[in-house]
């Protein structure tokens, strides 16, 4: 039986993809600050610390990083966005000095990023090799992938998913819009015409171990569904599952940002990005299109 372990089991990606890791035969570990003691396959670490257990290595043939503080969880104060950065960079570089230090079998590591590298406004249709920006989101995806980079210097084979808005029933746009929808009070947001780029939780799950079995498929690539959805289609479509009225005006820009602050700008963010580069390798997805998506999400 093949031995994965995850960071960041404990968050929505991160069960899913246990599940279907399970299904599929798959030893699976969890690094995590409260490990349980009926459970063997838990190992402790605390990246605030730069702390872990060496033994999650034994036996370790891929690595699924994950971990990293909510970019939506808390409204950005200088204190979250500090812990929102040192979150991933600093349990990226506590793996990376790990399998520096011990004896190890890896042989591929499936590292987590995110397209807010692009900014909140890229032109045209958005490839992997669009340059990065500057705002605060873009800023912590560089750094955080430029720490992972170091996994390549140690021989592992490395891939790199910039997520996008990831649709599930566990949380993320749809619990958020779901809630509203359910009182009637769903909205777009802004104009509503800003392209979302989206993917099923179930196809992100799929392409975690996709690439994981495909280790010569190394580099970046975008975990995006191939048909974008504007934030009004992906809101009416919540609405219509739910079988909930949408009549409310639009939530203005300027509300956002004057509720939010500078989160605000992030949940306006027009973004058309390809998943080119994925197909091109071989990974079929299951949910092409929003509406269908979302149906399913909610039965």
């Known amino acids: 039986m093949t031995k994965v372990i995850i960071s960041g089991g404990s968050g929505n990606v991160g069960k899913n993809l246990t599940t279907l890791l ?4 798959f030893e699976v570990g969890i690094l995590t600050r409260n490990p349980s003691k009926d459970n ?29 503080a909510g970019v939506a969880d808390k409204k950005w ?6 812990e929102i950065l040192e979150s991933r960079v600093n349990g990226t570089r506590l793996l990376v000095e790990t399998l520096q230090r011990h004896t190890h079998q890896v042989k591929s590591i499936v590292s987590a990023s995110a397209v807010g590298i692009y900014g909140t ?6 490839k992997e090799q669009y340059p990065a920006d500057s705002n605060f989101l873009a800023e912590v995806c560089v750094k955080w992938e430029d720490e992972a980079m170091a996994f390549s210097n140690l021989g592992i ?12 029933k566990e949380g993320g746009f749809i619990k958020e819009i779901g809630n509203l929808a359910k009182y009637g009070l ?16 179930e196809d992100l799950c799929r392409m975690f171990l996709f690439l994981g079995q495909h280790p010569e498929y190394k ?14 289609g992906l809101t009416k479509y919540i609405a219509k599952a739910l079988n909930r009225p949408m009549f409310l005006p639009p939530v203005p820009g300027f509300m956002l940002k004057l509720l939010m602050g500078e989160m605000g700008g992030m949940l306006l963010s027009d973004q058309n990005i390809s998943s080119e580069k994925i197909q091109e390798v071989g990974f079929g997805f299951k949910y092409l299109h929003a509406e269908e998506a979302v149906r399913e999400i909610l039965g």
């Open 22 to 25: 399970k299904k599929n035969g």
């Open 121 to 126: 406004h890229p032109e045209g249709l958005v």
């Open 157 to 168: 084979n490395l891939s790199i998913i910039r997520i996008g808005i990831v649709l599930s």
């Open 219 to 232: 580099g970046i690539y975008n975990g995006v569904a191939p048909h974008p959805e504007t934030n009004a």
């Open 186 to 201: 769903a909205a777009p947001l802004g104009s509503g015409k800003m392209m979302v780029p989206w993917i099923h939780v």
């Open 40 to 68: 063997k396959n838990d190992y402790y670490w605390d990246p605030d610390k730069m702390e872990i257990d060496p033994k999650f290595l034994a036996g370790t043939d891929m690595i699924f990083h994950l971990a990293g």
């Open 77 to 82: 104060t200088s204190s979250y966005k500090k």
